[in-house]
């Protein structure tokens, strides 16, 4: 059973940075792509950041400019690193690791951007 293990939530204030991480039970490279999504209270999951095993990487307009997703092979980790933070980016964020038949989802960890 796979299971990824996110870290590094908490509360910021505006224009702070954070550095979640997603550490896998398995390979990253037994993924199609792994990523990042959130979700804030009453919206939808949305995402917000995704890298290919191949290495190319999408963000969600929102973000660009601001997050940075990164992989560590060695450790099968993947991280978001989140700068210039502001209290839209409040939400549970989410580690996503796709298969072609099937996904999984980290218990998420809650962000919150706040003076």
């Not at 095993?53 to 989140?82: C, E």
């Amino acid at each position: 059973q796979v299971q990824l293990v996110e870290s590094g939530g908490g509360l910021v204030q505006p224009g702070g940075s954070l550095r979640l991480s997603c550490a896998a039970s398995e390979s990253i490279f037994s993924f199609n792509a792994m990523g990042w999504y959130r979700q804030a209270p009453g919206k939808q999951r949305e995402s917000v950041a995704g890298i290919t095993v191949g290495g190319n990487i999408n963000y969600a307009d929102s973000v660009k400019g601001r997050f940075t997703i990164s992989r560590d092979i060695a450790k099968n980790t993947v991280y978001l690193q989140m700068n210039a933070m502001e209290p839209e980016d409040t939400a549970v964020y989410y580690c996503n690791a796709r298969r072609t038949t099937f996904s999984y989802w980290g218990q998420g960890t809650q962000v919150t951007v706040s003076p």
